[in-house]
């Protein structure tokens, strides 16, 4: 029987029974308790605890993907080495939420069970709570009393937490028969296998609450029955890895390592073989099935949009990739290959699943670069292992029974993605053990710092009286689609825990609940709608209009519409109220629209791969984020930008419809994974950008303006993001952007920026060469000795005030003692420089009886002075004058 057999046959099942099919929900849930989505209950949690009231029909069935591969549930390390774990499976569940009860409850799964499955009576076991009388004579309308089993809190009663609903399981086994099975806890109520768990019921009647248990009014029920298990059972097989389930999975793997892949029925038909074989063929086993179980989960959960990170979910996706690859490396694997057995997981599993086929080529692309950089990393950890081996067996010293480091264990562990077992296998045949006591430190360590980095995810602001909220008024209704106030009654006040209260008082904070709210909630991208509650003759325009509050922010919580305010004055229940939109919505929403015509540029650009993975939409900026393996181009953004701008140009009209979520689809819309839809959805288009969206839009494309891409970045491992402006502030960043450039066009004096640019960096280089040749020059520089003093007097072509001061710096320094004199020309003006070293000569006086000459001045130091001049027509006559000057002096000094 295949998966989908069982899948369908279950939920038609249920659907019989007036039960509502409900979608499996992401493996990212809306809970910040939770890393994963753990259990079938997890979308119904709020349901059960009471928060939302019981939806119509009270009874659900889902078949839901679980991932248990960090946080509280973990089976990552058991996974490839027992018959039943995994990273990711489905658990088909029936819930009732105060409906039915334990008589209905184990009817439907008896009857599911024997009659839809076709398990025979002979098989079949039940465990029920060792106080739970009621279940027992339930039972016993079903089964032999020989074959119910009472069980202890430990194995029969399920609890949420410390507190809330909770209650007694009852379970159904089936009994997998003898003949594989020989162990002495292979009975019913043992710790063997023979005896396998496929369902759980879960009687939740009771509140606890204190450590108090009290019953609660309207008991429910929560099921689960794991399909992977189920198909094993019903394929005849003894491990779930061996079914039709994993089998694509099996081959692509066989086909790339060249190894073949044996099942358990087959391995005990070995009797003849040698131990040492048996146990090769068992890791390979092992190994094939890390792989293909793991390549289940890559494949969703970046399906889902969880990317490769340093921490929360991301980190745990990259520890099962590195897992999986590791075991590739074992099976002889040196380059990227999960990427190939990802692709078959989206084949075979994307019939039920169409969001895997769809997003098939970005998955297998962001796998690929992923375990390109793990190879790398398996390198350096082997040799790290290398390195620690070598310290305990290179010593013939040392005594062989030493521990090999649990810190190298740990960080092979960590860092490099080794699993324990791994370092304990290569460790086995020198006899040499890990030092369990650091490395479980060290584990405890990471698991402490883990705990504490942990965030959560969804909404935390999930506790306060929502339940009379919506049991009371229902959700409100939102009317901003194409109005900027509203006429409305405020239903409901409540204070920032949210718990109702009748009047609030002025200058204080707290929410609002309007009958009919023109507040668009932050939803989708757009930020929360702000703005204002007046008093009721707003709406005549009076400028006697009185403000009651100002809005600050606008959410949703389970679907009720709710505003954030400050009041101004005191606000109480009842009151009429005229609520209006702050006008930066009119910015936001051009921005909202920008990012549909981004997404259609992007995806006619790079490729059909893209797929949204996040966005912010404000009034001054939008933000999106998308998958994709590389940085764009240059030419990329700017064909981009030009796409965006030619579809707000082309002014297309905003095209809103309501249609069956089938036809939408058919029409060519494109969802965001993880949003809610109805079976009615709002298809939202602007020409060829066709989406499922409930938020608020241009009426026409052409209200968007300009469009900016003012950055492109990573955000992580495959996911790519752009910021872009549109609107109002794309004229903002317009305008800065021109008057740069005219401040730019001032600094370089000249109309054409770029010929400035290039005229100044010419000038820079002649500079340069100028400088580098004074450089050069400056020991070959003609002079005359007197007295032990180099004179150097002379006038230099192609040099600035600068660098002949530079020069004259340089001939200090390199000279023991000098009198350097220098003229240069530039811009019809003379520069003299003089500088004196161990010498009688004062460059002060020196500069200014040559400036006289030339019908200018100066003066400074001693040893160093500057001065300038105009009559060109007289430099050598001042030159003459210099060394006349300069020669008289030293020679006097040379007479005495």
């Not at 950089?373 to 305990?392: P, Q």
């Not at 030493?402 to 264990?409: D, P, W």
């Not at 060290?442 to 980095?453: D, G, I, V, W």
Request: a negative charge.
């Amino acid at each position: 029987m295949a998966q989908y057999d069982v899948r369908e046959q279950y939920l038609d099942f249920f659907a019989s029974k007036a039960h509502k099919v409900y979608d499996s929900m992401p493996l990212v849930p809306d809970d910040a308790s939770l890393l994963f989505t753990n259990a079938g209950m997890v979308q119904f949690k709020d349901i059960f605890t009471g928060k939302i009231p019981t939806p119509t029909p009270p009874r659900a069935t889902s078949s839901q993907l679980c991932i248990r591969a960090g946080g509280k549930h973990n089976d990552l390390e058991n996974v490839g080495y027992t018959a039943r774990h995994h990273t990711l499976f489905e658990m088909l569940g029936n819930f009732s939420f105060g409906d039915y009860f334990k008589k209905e409850a184990i009817a439907y799964a008896w009857a599911f069970v024997t009659q839809v499955l076709g398990f025979s009576k002979d098989v079949l076991y039940v465990t029920i709570h060792e106080s739970d009388d009621e279940a027992y004579e339930l039972w016993c309308e079903h089964i032999e009393p020989s074959r119910i089993k009472r069980m202890g809190d430990k194995d029969n009663f399920w609890q949420m937490g410390d507190s809330g609903p909770c209650g007694p399981c009852s379970e159904i086994y089936v009994d997998q028969g003898a003949e594989f099975f020989h162990s002495s806890e292979d009975y019913f109520g043992g710790e063997g296998d023979r005896f396998l768990e496929i369902w759980n019921l879960v009687f939740m009647q009771y509140e606890q609450k204190d450590g108090v248990r009290t019953p609660l009014p309207k008991p429910s029920i929560d099921t689960g029955m794991g399909l992977e298990r189920v198909v094993a059972l019903k394929e005849g097989k003894i491990n779930n890895f061996d079914t039709s389930l994993f089998a694509p999975l099996m081959k692509v793997i066989e086909k790339l390592t060249g190894k073949r892949y044996y099942h358990d029925d087959e391995m005990r038909d070995k009797h003849d073989w040698a131990q040492a074989e048996l146990d090769s063929i068992m890791h390979i086993q092992a190994s094939f099935r890390v792989i293909a179980d793991h390549a289940r989960s890559v494949a969703f959960l970046l399906a889902q949009g969880v990317n490769f990170d340093k921490e929360g979910r991301g980190y745990v996706l990259r520890r099962i990739l590195r897992r999986a690859v590791r075991h590739g490396y074992l099976l002889g694997l040196k380059k990227p290959f999960l990427c190939e057995v990802v692709e078959v997981v989206c084949e075979s599993m994307g019939g039920h699943y169409s969001y895997l086929q769809e997003r098939k080529a970005a998955i297998k692309e962001q796998c690929k670069a992923e375990e390109e950089r793990f190879f790398e990393t398996i390198e350096s950890g082997m040799a790290l292992f290398s390195a620690e081996l070598e310290n305990l067996t290179g010593d013939s010293t040392k005594e062989t029974t030493q521990l090999f480091s649990g810190e190298v264990a740990f960080k092979l562990y960590d860092t490099y993605g080794f699993p324990l077992d791994l370092t304990q296998d290569m460790l086995r045949e020198n006899h040499i053990s890990v030092d369990m006591r650091s490395f479980e430190r060290c584990m405890n360590e990471q698991k402490s710092r883990s705990k504490a980095s942990w965030k959560g995810s969804g909404d935390t602001l999930k506790e306060g009286d929502f339940n009379v909220l919506l049991s009371t008024f229902g959700q409100n209704k939102f009317v901003g689609y194409d109005k900027m106030s509203e006429s409305c009654k405020i239903q409901a006040l409540l204070d920032t825990h949210f718990r109702i209260v009748d009047t609030l008082e002025p200058n204080s904070q707290g929410w609002v609940m309007l009958n009919a709210t023109p507040f668009y909630p932050e939803s989708g991208g757009p930020v929360g709608d702000k703005g204002a509650l007046y008093s009721t003759n707003r709406i005549l325009e009076s400028a006697q209009a009185q403000k009651f509050a100002q809005v600050l922010d606008t959410q949703k919580f389970f679907g009720l519409n709710l505003s954030k305010i400050e009041t101004l004055s005191a606000l109480k229940t009842g009151q009429e109220v005229v609520a209006e939109v702050d006008c930066a919505r009119f910015e936001i929403i051009k921005h909202h629209s920008a990012t549909h015509l981004l997404h259609l540029a992007l995806r006619t650009i790079l490729g059909s791969h893209i797929a949204q993975a996040g966005s912010l939409v404000q009034s001054h900026r939008l933000r999106f984020d998308f998958s994709h393996p590389k940085a764009l181009s240059g030419d990329e953004i700017a064909r981009i930008e030009s796409f965006v701008n030619e579809q707000i140009l082309q002014a297309n009209r905003q095209l809103c419809e309501n249609m069956d979520i089938q036809a939408a689809k058919q029409k060519g819309a494109m969802a965001l994974f993880g949003e809610k839809y109805g079976d009615i959805v709002r298809v939202v288009s602007f020409g060829d950008s066709i989406e499922l969206c409930g938020g608020i839009h241009v009426s026409n494309t052409a209200e968007i303006g300009s469009f900016y891409i003012i950055k492109e970045s990573g955000v992580s491992s495959g996911v790519r993001r752009i910021e872009a402006v549109c609107g109002a502030a794309a004229y903002h960043y317009g305008k800065n952007a021109l008057n740069e450039i005219a401040h730019a066009k001032e600094l370089l004096k000249a109309q054409d920026v770029a010929q400035g640019i290039i005229k100044l960096k010419n000038q820079l280089i002649e500079a340069k060469e100028r400088a580098s040749k004074a450089k050069q020059s400056v020991k070959s520089l003609d002079y005359e000795e007197i007295n032990g003093v180099r004179l150097i007097v002379l006038k230099l072509d192609s040099v600035d005030a600068n660098e002949a001061k530079e020069m004259v710096d340089r001939s200090k320094n390199e000279n023991e003692s000098v009198a350097i004199l220098l003229l240069s020309e530039s811009e019809n003006k003379i520069n003299i420089i003089a500088g004196v070293k161990n010498a009688p000569l004062k460059a002060g006086a020196w500069v200014r009886e040559v400036a006289q000459i030339l019908g200018g001045n100066g003066g400074g130091r001693d040893d160093f002075a500057t001065a300038g001049g105009k009559d060109i027509s007289k430099i050598n006559e001042a030159l003459d004058i210099a060394k006349g000057v300069a020669r008289e002096i030293l020679h006097k000094e040379i007479k005495r």
